[in-house]
């Protein structure tokens, strides 16, 4: 209670000094904080970061290694464990008490030293996709890492910025920020150097900026207030770490856990009482009940899966495939639609200036020259295109005289205009100069510029330069429109006046497609993973790109299209059409939400400041590293080169990682199972127990063992060709039908230590112990190769290496251990040598039997692992 009512006085406080930050104009704000709009001097910022720390916040800092071992004993499979340690101890079974602690700390270690090495890779993984921020320090402008902002710094803001901190405006020119990470409002909130609300809520502030929030267009700079923890967002992020939602794939193995435990729930009480009635003694019969639910428990569980999500980031990060979040692996294994931008992923992304061309379809300096002019000069977010039109004039020479003119104003891009202005001062007059989408071009120009004279832009002449223009568009060229206008004398433009304008040209700009896009797009489908095209672009030109990379390019959907369309209709649309173009963000998102409603597993592959809602919205969120900065932290997966092919192999990869937990899982339900179901059998008829506790619980121990090597192994091509995803009823069935074959060799085994070596009285119960033990341990540590393919085990496809060498090690000390002082004083005894020939023929037979089995199953279910 004290900690929640000082957490609670610390947020009132935060909130209490920004609102009087907010209310204070600017100038005496700035001096509050001790700085000037020259920045902050590196012996201040080293000070201040003594006193304020990083500016990260608790989500972002590493977890303690005290936190991780304490989560490594938080798993129900470890309290059930303790618990039956518990009992075993009261009934002074020290043996299996002593067994029961080992497989706890077992475990444990194991679990806690794979988060902490998860951990370290994640962290080492996330510092190559370091966000940065543009400051002022000692005067200089310059690129920091987001983690060494403090309170007091200038920082510069701009299109696709994130903010860093939670700052004070200090200048703004159509500065629009997106605050629905912190608000859930997705209008874009217009910011101001002065609060025009004087509200008493602290986002209806508009000359306040928070952190986590990200720049939708126009610029301005902010003075830092608060950092890290200290921020709004901070206090949401402790908030978080408590209540975190569960991914699909934490529910997965909830689930799944779930299911191994209601098994136990209902089996162990059942040989309990068999036991209990046959034998007439009730604490040996608690003893072996309590050593059946220890082989019914997997308690490697949570390492198994640290282990393979940990190894696979690494993996995947050899081949540029960063993870921020290692529940995503997972996600990409399940993954059956991939949404994808144009731009830099089915093309070079290395567009070029192909034309510049006046009304009339001639080539036009002056439209070049125009076009350089609005590029260079704009100081927000520059594109692709803007980089290809000031190499195209640099490679003329001719760029520095057009570089000349005063900048007086700019009016920076949105993606509901679509266009970008700057006004520059020419001689004695102003000129306003636009570039932007051809219809959104259209709707502000009123006349044009043909052969020298001005003429009124009528319907006749829109309709020839919409053909013209389609014509480049079939040609695979994106095209862009420039327009001018004289301006008078003022001191601020805005948006109002882009109209009236003068049509002067064209640009036409040519991105072809990859080689390697259309084997990656073939690959994806062979997979299981239909590709689909969410673009602002046109839909002639996606749909010339989409036809070179086999991408059905029949249909297609505008956005103009979809505000018309209800979610079900829209949703049918995404059944059939794999072409959505000309989408604003907001259409983006509401695709891939009802295709998410309809039952896929969706991934987005996006880098633009547009895509971030996309990306949040998606299942999988994939960018690249040289993406905007709202546009990587929206993203859970991070590719160091923007290719399908390497997206392709993050594909196989998390669908391997996923098949390497679910063979553990089915590996050890099902043998476990099995030898329960054997123990059922036994204990109706046999006059002693088939087992001791402690020959179950080593026995366990030892199978436990040889699977820590799974997360080396690899999954064949087969599973590998469509997605993946959790499915508790295929585990039921399967432990419930393939689990029962080993019982099948368990019983031959009683028949043959009962007739054969006459171990039929209580006083050979250790010789019949002693050979179900080697028997059971071999035929669950040899299912590790039976189960983990659905061919032919050692002959058409083999474990890898550390999966062999474990499985021998631990079937060799099978062999010896009842011919050691170890097995002897346990209770068990050596072996007769004529025992070891009909080992042989039972473990012949047992795999023979399994692999009918397998065949039989694959055949009628279309499935295995």
């Known amino acids: 209670m004290k900690k929640a009512l000082n957490k609670l006085r610390n947020e009132q406080e935060v909130n209490r000094t920004l609102l009087q930050d907010s209310t204070a104009n600017k100038d005496a704000t700035i001096a509050k904080y001790k700085t000037t709009t020259q920045g902050l001097n590196e012996v201040e910022v080293t000070r201040r970061r003594t006193k304020f720390g990083p500016n990260i916040t608790a989500e972002q800092k590493p977890t303690p290694w005290y936190v991780n071992l304490a989560k490594a004993f938080h798993n129900p499979f470890i309290y059930i464990l303790a618990f039956l340690m518990i009992i075993s101890y009261v009934t002074a079974d020290i043996e299996a008490t002593i067994i029961m602690a080992l497989m706890i700390l077992f475990s444990v270690i194991l679990s806690f030293t794979q988060s902490m090495r998860a951990q370290k890779a994640s962290l080492a993984l996330k510092n190559m996709i370091e966000n940065t921020t543009a400051i002022i320090r000692d005067g200089m402008q310059r690129e920091i890492p987001i983690v060494d902002v403090v309170p007091g710094d200038i920082v510069f803001l701009s299109t696709g910025d994130i903010i860093p901190a939670d700052a004070r405006i200090v200048e703004a020119k159509d500065l629009f920020i997106n605050q629905s990470p912190l608000t859930g409002e997705s209008i874009p909130v217009e910011k101001f150097v002065e609060a025009t609300e004087k509200s008493f809520s602290i986002f209806e502030r508009d000359n306040l900026a928070f952190m986590g929030t990200d720049v939708i267009s126009g610029q301005g700079k902010a003075l830092i207030l608060k950092t890290g923890d200290h921020t709004i967002f901070g206090s949401l992020s402790q908030e978080a770490l408590a209540k975190r939602d569960e991914t699909s794939f934490d529910k997965g193995v909830k689930s799944i856990s779930k299911l191994l435990m209601y098994l136990m729930l209902v089996m162990v009480p059942i040989v309990f009482l068999i036991n209990g009635i046959m034998k007439g003694n009730w604490t040996e019969a ?200 004289n301006k008078t004398e003022k001191e601020s433009f805005s948006v109002i006046d882009e109209q009236n304008m003068t049509l002067t040209g064209f640009l036409g700009f040519l991105d072809p497609a ?312 346990i209770g068990l005894v050596s072996l007769p040598l004529s025992y070891f020939p009909w080992l042989i023929a039972i473990l012949v037979g047992y795999m023979i039997t399994v692999q009918i089995a397998k065949n039989l199953y694959i055949k009628k279910f279309h499935d295995w692992i």
């Open 286 to 485: 608690l003893l072996f009940a309590v050593a059946v639910a220890v082989g019914l428990t997997p308690e490697m569980l949570p390492m198994i899966v640290n282990t393979n999500l940990a190894k696979g980031a690494v993996r995947m990060a050899k081949k540029k495939v960063i993870i921020k979040e290692l529940s995503a692996i997972q996600n990409l294994g399940a993954m059956d639609v991939l949404c994808t931008d144009k731009t830099g992923t089915l093309t070079k992304d290395k567009v070029e200036l192909i034309e510049h061309i006046d009304t009339t379809g001639e080539t036009s300096d002056k439209v070049l020259a125009l076009a350089f002019q609005n590029s260079h000069f704009q100081t927000g977010w520059k594109n692709i295109m803007d980089h290809a039109i000031i190499s195209h004039m640099e490679k003329t020479g001719d760029s520095k005289r057009f570089t000349t003119p005063e900048k007086i104003d700019e009016i920076p891009f949105d993606f509901a205009r679509r266009r970008l202005s700057v006004i520059l001062r020419k001689k004695d007059s102003l000129q306003m100069i636009t570039k932007g989408a051809i219809t959104e071009m259209f709707d502000v120009c009123s006349t044009l510029e043909e052969n020298g004279a001005i003429i009124e832009l009528t319907d006749p002449i829109k309709k020839r330069l919409h053909t013209q223009c389609e014509e480049m568009n079939r040609n695979g060229m994106r095209v862009i429109a420039i327009a001018t206008k």
């Open 514 to 825: 990859k080689p390697s896009a259309k084997p990656a797009i073939a690959s994806l489908h062979d997979h299981g993973v239909t590709v689909k095209v969410l673009t602002g672009d046109n839909e002639i030109v996606a749909q010339t790109i989409c036809n070179q990379v086999g991408i059905p390019s029949e249909k297609f959907l505008l956005g103009s299209d979809i505000d018309f369309l209800y979610d079900d209709e829209l949703t049918e649309a995404t059944r059939t059409h794999h072409i959505f173009a000309k989408l604003t963000p907001t259409q983006k998102s509401r695709i891939i939400h009802l295709i998410r409603n309809d039952g896929h597993t969706v991934g987005f592959m996006g880098d633009g400041i547009n895509d971030a809602p996309a990306l949040r919205k998606a299942d999988v969120g994939i960018s690249v590293d040289t993406a905007a900065d709202i546009t990587k932290d929206a993203s859970s997966v991070i590719l160091l080169e923007k290719s399908l092919t390497i997206l392709n192999d993050a594909v196989t990869e998390g669908r391997n990682v996923f098949g390497n937990i679910l063979k553990y899982m089915k590996m050890t339900a099902s043998s476990n199972f099995g030898n329960v179901f054997s123990v059922l059998v036994a204990s109706a008829f046999l006059p002693f127990l088939p087992m001791l506790s402690i020959h179950l619980l080593l026995q366990n121990l030892m199978y436990d063992v040889s699977q820590m090597t799974l997360p080396w192994d690899k999954m064949d091509e087969s599973f590998l060709k469509k997605p993946r995803k959790w499915d508790r009823k295929n585990m039921l069935r399967f432990i419930l039908l393939i689990g029962p074959v080993s019982s099948i060799f368990d019983i031959l085994t009683f028949a043959l230590m009962w007739f054969v070596f006459s171990a039929n009285t209580i006083a050979e119960q250790a010789l019949f112990q002693s050979g179900w033990f080697v028997v059971g341990l071999l035929t669950q540590t040899l299912v590790v190769h039976m189960i983990r393919t659905e061919k032919i085990p050692f002959i058409q496809s083999r474990a890898a290496a550390p999966v062999m060498i474990s499985t021998l090690i631990v079937m060799g000390l099978g062999i010896i251990i009842p011919f050691t002082s170890l097995g002897h004083n």
